[in-house]
């Protein structure tokens, strides 16, 4: 299947594979993990069975992407080393210790509390159990943290020097940690994580909308998603116009492909809508641009200079034709989303918010875009940084492990039959849980314990009382 | 050097591996066990066992791979280019019994397979860990900071020995864990299944020991040499003890003592591995020390260990103890 490609290109393969599969599901655990702590307090709070009803249907969906996102992030915690040795080596004192602080604060702080969140309700207590969401709800955020410092600094690298055995030896932890795009980088990907979740939540709502199941549930998930996606997506749009300006400052290599700047603009750049790069003539064909703007959003000034790819040397220049198109992916969805947002806000005002059908047929359509964007916006930064691992110091090519071609292509062969095969499955069940909110009533807060064993002081256990998480459906199927 | 970090972070890296060794081996050893119980309800309550507290013990092993990484890159950067067969194996292995925990309970046509994903899954970690530590015992050819073998070398006699080894001492866990955590028919099977387990890690671990010291001279020397020496006959000792209380454990159908004796069999058999191996970290040519991050890294990560590994220790031990006693077999977490 890859007889020919050499290792690099394979295993740059099996990263942009493996990471691509694991970065949808911590997009949305991390959402989905805020959003079943809301659901937690306000049930608390308000004592609204419907809050401990949504609380327990995103929590079953949660449980299943959790999974799928714990056992595609260890392949990514061993991938570092059998593929990337010679990066692991280099570059380990600096960002393993920061994956290391991620493990120890995040990762065990999310597997620790999660067991109780999914499974202990009744053996500690609500409170308790409100607590470990909450701990869980925390992990994720604090994961985000630190996986974002490490790559930020691979984009942005400082703090550190070199030493005789050309590994990146850590200077200054501040200056690593705070490196100069990763307050703008966490912030566009826990927005992002958070929009991803609010349009997942808001389909699912829509669809029962439509199909007019439980429409107290469907009309309280959809409301919430659709107050997220309409503050969000703005704020979005902000924090990645930021995060643009920050790259045109670091990595202004990045932001020429992202723009399709092949030549440089001395008196006022276009902005380029649509067009085909042609990587062998260094140009755009078919370019709609319109004049001016590219210096107007980059430099707030129409007639700013700005420097295009003629000013890069060829073996510093990012793969162009990739980072233009999944930029301009990105791009559109997110005014999508913003779009769903305001016509959301004016169905609210005009109090059609559970009536109007094309607006639940949007969000409906809209559930995945999400991921979409995220992954085109992971695209644009990761293949953007491209030919160098860390920016400006250590190149790709130069990070390989001396491993073999026919092992990296065996694996990548073994990694995609697997994930398609696994991960096609868990979204399948995944699917199948959205579809079926349960009809039927369920015991609220104080109807008594629920799946009790008889270790806890609880009261004695009603055996009718359990609490089915299928909501009353089987298996079955 | 009066207070020598490197030494430290190999104590603290050998003691997340331990860990994960004992608890994910009893949760895999539970993995293991499922052909032996066709009974659906059997495997319902056995997976039940472990549900709640297998991705805290999985987090161990992503800790020596990162701290690894972190404080040892030149160890992380060699040893897993050099077994990446059986890493690769292993991790293919975790992803099907991880999703197993879930996707089991989401479908009944297809259960069959989530089934087979979590045996079959656990049985391919498991041994695919037992070659990986075989090979490393074996020892790892390194030049000039990077692996210099090929990517078939770690396999031979004594890594397939040594990765039995594993599969059926991950398997004794298992039983044990489940002598321990249920009842009825299924404490009696598990406990029946406990005996042959016992006998086969006993064995495993004698055959590893006696083949272990003619793969390099070292190994040898240093057990039959001072102060190392004095381990030698400790550990033999104790090892001996455990098995003993395993045996009375297990004949004496008590519900805890066979776990915890196995455990300790583990643990004697971690330290065994330790005595071998110090003061390389990649048999044969490079120790902690010329395997250590720059000082700063170790430094930095050191202060959060210290203070971060105790707790991480406390509120997993809470959460075990939510969880604990015998398994109600009505008690549905799903």
């Keep these: ?477 | 050097m009066p207070f020598d970090i490197a030494f430290i972070w190999a104590g603290i890296i050998a003691f997340a591996v331990l860990a994960y060794v004992i608890l994910d081996g009893f949760d895999l050893g539970v993995g293991i066990l499922f052909p032996f119980f066709p009974e659906r309800h059997d495997r319902d309550v056995m997976m039940n066992t472990v549900a709640p507290v297998w991705d805290g013990n999985e987090t161990w092993l992503v800790l020596g791979g990162g701290g690894l990484m972190a404080v040892f890159p030149l160890a992380y950067a060699t040893i897993l280019p050099a077994l990446y067969v059986p890493i690769i194996a292993m991790l293919l292995g975790l992803i099907f019994r991880g999703v197993a925990f879930e996707y089991r309970w989401r479908t009944t046509r297809a259960q069959f397979l989530w089934n087979w994903a979590f045996a079959g899954g656990s049985m391919i970690a498991a041994f695919s860990q037992g070659m990986a530590l075989g090979a490393l015992v074996q020892g790892i050819s390194v030049v000039n900071r990077a692996y210099a073998g090929h990517w078939w070398d770690w396999f031979s006699p004594f890594t397939v020995l040594t990765g039995l080894a594993v599969l059926v001492g991950y398997a004794l866990l298992g039983a044990t864990w489940l002598v321990m955590r249920t009842g009825g028919d299924l404490r009696e099977k598990a406990h029946s299944i406990a005996t042959k387990a016992a006998i086969g890690t006993v064995v495993g671990m004698a055959a590893v020991s006696i083949w272990t010291p003619f793969l390099a001279p070292s190994y040898l020397q240093r057990w039959f040499s001072w102060p190392t020496a004095a381990f030698s006959v400790i550990v033999p000792v104790l090892v001996a003890g455990c098995i003993a209380l395993l045996i009375y454990g297990i004949r004496s159908n008590r519900d805890s003592l066979p776990f915890v004796a196995a455990l300790g069999l583990f643990v004697l058999g971690f330290a065994g591995i330790g005595i071998s191996f110090y003061p390389f970290i990649v048999p044969p040519s490079v120790t902690i020390w010329d395997a250590a991050a720059p000082y700063d890294s170790m430094v930095f990560l050191l202060v959060g260990a210290v203070i971060l590994v105790p707790t991480i220790l406390i509120y997993t031990g809470y959460a075990y103890w939510v969880f604990r006693g015998k398994m109600n077999p009505d008690e549905g977490y799903h």
Excluded at chain 1, 39 to 56: A, I, P, Q, R, S
Excluded at chain 1, 217 to 233: D, E, G, K, N, P
Excluded at chain 1, 250 to 260: D, F, L, N
Aim: with cysteine; hydrophobic share 50%; aromatic share 14%.
């Design chain 1, 1 to 477: 299947m890859f007889e020919g490609f050499d290792a690099l290109l394979l295993a740059r393969m099996q990263f942009a594979f493996t990471v691509s599969f694991h970065i949808i599901f911590p997009a949305f655990s991390i959402g989905l993990a805020s959003y079943l702590f809301v659901l937690n307090g306000l049930w608390l709070w308000k004592k609204e069975k419907v809050y401990f009803d949504l609380f327990n249907f995103w929590k079953t969906i949660f449980a299943v992407a959790f999974g799928m996102g714990v056992v595609s992030g260890i392949v990514m915690s061993y991938q570092f080393g059998t593929n990337w040795a010679v990066f692991s080596d280099k570059a380990g004192p600096v960002m393993g210790p920061l994956m290391g602080y991620e493990v120890l604060t995040a990762f065990f702080l999310e597997a620790g509390f999660l067991g109780i969140m999914l499974f202990g309700l009744n053996r500690v207590g609500p409170k308790l159990h409100f607590f470990a969401t909450g701990m869980v709800a925390l992990g994720t955020l604090i994961s985000a943290t630190w996986i974002l410092s490490a790559n930020s600094w691979m984009h942005t690298p400082q703090g550190f020097a070199m030493n005789a055995d050309g590994q990146f030896v850590p200077v200054s932890w501040f200056k690593i940690i705070f490196n100069p795009s990763f307050p703008y980088r966490f912030t566009h990907m826990v927005l992002a994580a958070y929009l991803t979740t609010a349009l997942v939540v808001g389909a699912t709502g829509a669809w029962h909308l439509l199909k007019k199941t439980a429409h107290d549930r469907a009309h309280t998930m959809f409301s919430m998603a659709m107050w997220m996606a309409a503050i969000v997506a703005p704020l979005q749009i902000l924090a990645g116009d930021a995060q643009g300006l920050n790259t045109l400052e670091h990595q202004p290599a990045k932001v020429m492909a992202m723009e399709g700047h092949y030549e440089s603009h001395p008196n006022g750049a276009p902005l380029i809508l649509f067009g085909i790069p042609n990587p062998a003539e260094k140009r755009i064909d078919y370019a709609v641009e319109i004049p001016k703007l590219s210096s107007l959003i980059l430099k707030h000034d129409l007639n700013a200079p700005l420097a295009g790819l003629d000013t890069i040397p060829d073996d510093r220049e990012p793969p162009v034709a990739v980072v233009f198109w999944s930029f301009r992916v990105m791009i559109a969805i997110g005014f999508a989303m913003l779009g769903l947002g305001l016509w959301s806000l004016y169905c609210r005002w005009r109090k059609t918010l559970d009536s109007n059908v094309w607006l639940h047929r949007a969000a409906v359509l809209m559930g995945p875009a999400g991921f979409i964007a995220v992954l085109a916006g992971w695209i644009t930064t990761e293949v953007g940084r491209q030919p160098y691992t860390v920016y400006g110091y250590l190149r790709t090519v130069e990070s390989i492990s001396p491993v073999d071609a026919p092992a990296v292509a065996t694996s990548l062969i073994a990694f995609i039959v697997v994930y398609f095969f696994v991960f096609g499955a868990g979204t399948f069940y995944i699917l199948r849980l959205m579809a079926r909110l349960p009809r039927n009533p369920q015991p609220a807060l104080n109807d008594g314990p629920l799946r009790t064993a008889g270790v806890t002081p609880a009261p004695a256990m009603n055996a009718k009382g359990r609490v089915d998480d299928n909501g009353g459906y089987d298996d079955a199927v």
